[in-house]
């Protein structure tokens, strides 16, 4: 498959300095950070054109509360786009989120690897999560099915689990599937639901922990997927499905300071009309219920005591 994507964006040299690459750091942050937070790309997006004093609120928090920033390769490439350049807004979101102290990490999809092979001894157990975690997130019409039906050795290793002891099986299958991405596939998400799937599976790992902040909700809905279809015996820790709203419920319920303006700016930003969310009011009888608010009316209902939960 022809791709326009590039794995390594020509400007990368602006942001190097800011990124966390090295594995053994990498392993150190996610093991002893508070919450692993995976940006989506739209919502990396759109956080990176907030205006001064609101995006200053989100990286005060991130760094208060001991949030690392993962920022797959997949979402740099798609970050990137088909000009294979970052737009200056997001290369300055990188920077000031290193120059707030918060830790970001460009992360390869295969190095959930290198983190399993901390807890486990084996090579055959290792590959096995990936297995499951690919059964679970390709559906009949994505980049990752094309890729493994146009492999059939990748096939059989990645689905049938023919080449368990094989060491570089995640490699293979995450630069394969990268280098098949194609313009407005999902595969970005895909990736980081396979990425989450994988690392809840961690023992000891922490119900919560593992963050994915999104605002698409079709890619809340793969993601979502990926994890609801997991035999519930063998689900790991739950990890939390944030869109920018249900963030900011949360910063606001944890006492970080937020005036209603400044509420109202953050859940504007890429908003045209009115925000869409599914959450339950007092008057609801229906959870995941879909409410069509004003950005304003929405911070109110943020505001106010038991006014809005917001699930998405």
Same mark, same amino acid.
């Given at each position: 498959m022809a791709t326009a994507y590039t794995e390594t964006p020509d400007n990368y040299s602006e942001i190097e300095e800011s990124v966390i690459t090295g594995i053994s750091e990498i392993k150190s942050i996610f093991f002893n950070s508070n919450k692993v937070l995976f940006y989506d790309a739209c919502s990396f997006q759109r956080h990176s054109n907030l205006k001064e004093n609101e995006k @200053?609120?989100?990286?005060c928090y991130f760094e208060n509360h001991g949030v690392a920033i993962f920022l797959t390769r997949c979402v740099l490439m798609e970050l990137s786009g088909d000009h294979h350049? *970052? $737009?200056?807004? =997001?290369? !300055? =979101?990188? &920077? !000031? +989120?290193k120059d707030s102290r918060v830790k970001i990490v460009?992360? @390869? !999809? $295969? /190095?959930? /690897? &290198?983190i399993l092979s901390d807890c486990f001894s084996t090579i055959e157990r290792i590959n096995e999560y990936l297995m499951w975690?690919?059964?679970?997130?390709k559906t009949p019409i994505s980049t990752i099915t094309d890729t493994l039906n146009a492999d059939s050795k990748l096939k059989s290793e990645v689905i049938e689990g023919k080449n368990l002891r094989a060491s570089d099986l995640y490699r293979r299958f995450f630069l394969k599937v990268r280098g098949n991405k194609e313009h407005e596939d999902n595969l970005g998400e895909e990736l980081i639901s396979i990425c989450v799937h994988? +690392?809840? &599976? *961690?023992?000891?790992?922490? &119900?919560? #922990?593992?963050c994915v902040l999104t605002d698409d909700k079709g890619a809340a809905s793969i993601i979502n997927s990926v994890l609801r279809k997991t035999n519930p015996q #063998?689900?790991?820790?739950?990890p939390i499905l944030f869109s920018t709203p249900k963030l900011v419920q949360f910063m606001y319920q944890e006492q970080v300071e937020l005036s209603e303006n400044e509420i109202v700016n953050i859940l504007s930003q890429g908003v045209s009309d009115n925000i869409v969310i599914m959450g339950i009011t007092p008057f609801d009888f229906e959870v995941n219920n879909k409410i069509s608010l004003s950005c304003r009316e +929405?911070? #109110? #209902?943020?505001?106010?005591?038991n006014g809005i939960n917001i699930v998405f």
């Open positions: @200053n609120i989100l990286l350049s *970052l $737009e200056r807004q =997001y290369v !300055e =979101y990188i &920077n !000031e +989120l460009l992360f @390869n !999809e $295969e /190095y959930t /690897y &290198n975690a690919v059964r679970m997130a994988i +690392l809840s &599976n *961690l023992p000891g790992m922490p &119900n919560g #922990k593992i #063998k689900r790991g820790s739950k +929405l911070a #109110k #209902k943020i505001m106010e005591p």
